[in-house]
């Protein structure tokens, strides 16, 4: 493993390593919170204390895995957490809302081939809070809606809604876009 002498290093709190491994890795936890919050400041709060859990439990990581992929699992349960924790962020819908979108088919878009990440991740960030977690959480990040309702207390017939609204309004958006470079 390539950084295996870093992380041992880390593992024994010295401080050196622990400042290497934080600038060697934040740029990348960064880009995984991003997708999460509306706002630098969010983000890089969240990946902050994201590290420190990840400092915490190092001794408890199996060198078989890539680091990255253990430290983006803790990543995201700690924003998921945070996500449970602050009320403001929940948001909920009628019956009713979740009614229509249910009978709406989502296709596709093939806009979405053509644009760069960038435009996606500004794009994601017009969406409600509530709604980008979930879509994010389901389309970026491979979680099952079985998942996602025990991990965020959702109905499943709500993570299916916010994934649903989430196409819908990245379609409309991506249209715009597209009519507006096009």
């Known amino acids: 493993m390539k950084n295996e002498k870093?992380?041992?290093?880390?593992?024994?709190?010295?401080?050196?390593?622990?400042?290497e491994f934080y600038r060697l890795y934040f740029?990348?936890?960064?880009?995984?919170a991003f997708k999460y919050?509306?706002?630098?400041?969010?983000a890089a709060a969240s990946v902050n204390t994201a590290f420190l859990k990840i400092?915490?439990?190092?001794?408890?990581?199996?060198?078989?895995?890539p680091i990255e992929v253990w430290m983006r699992r803790i990543t995201i349960n700690h924003i998921i957490d945070e996500f449970r924790k602050n009320k403001k962020h929940k948001e909920t819908f009628t019956e009713e809302q979740q009614d229509s979108y249910r009978q709406e088919t989502i296709e596709t878009n093939e806009i979405e081939q053509e644009i760069e990440q960038e435009v996606v991740e500004q794009?994601?960030?017009?969406?409600?809070?509530?709604?980008?977690?979930?879509?994010?959480?389901?389309?970026i990040d491979g979680y099952s809606?079985?998942?996602?309702?025990?991990?965020?207390?959702?109905?499943?017939?709500?993570?299916?809604?916010?994934?649903?609204?989430?196409?819908k309004k990245l379609k409309e958006l991506l249209s715009k876009h597209h009519s507006l470079i096009g």
């Open 123 to 139: 794009i994601l960030q017009q969406l409600p809070n509530a709604t980008k977690h979930v879509f994010c959480l389901y389309a």
């Open 55 to 65: 400092f915490d439990n190092l001794d408890k990581y199996n060198f078989s895995t």
């Open 145 to 167: 809606h079985k998942e996602i309702t025990e991990l965020l207390n959702i109905s499943y017939e709500t993570s299916k809604w916010h994934v649903k609204a989430a196409r």
């Open 27 to 32: 740029g990348y936890l960064m880009s995984v």
């Open 37 to 42: 919050y509306k706002n630098e400041e969010d």
């Open 6 to 19: 870093l992380i041992k290093s880390v593992i024994k709190k010295r401080r050196k390593a622990q400042l």
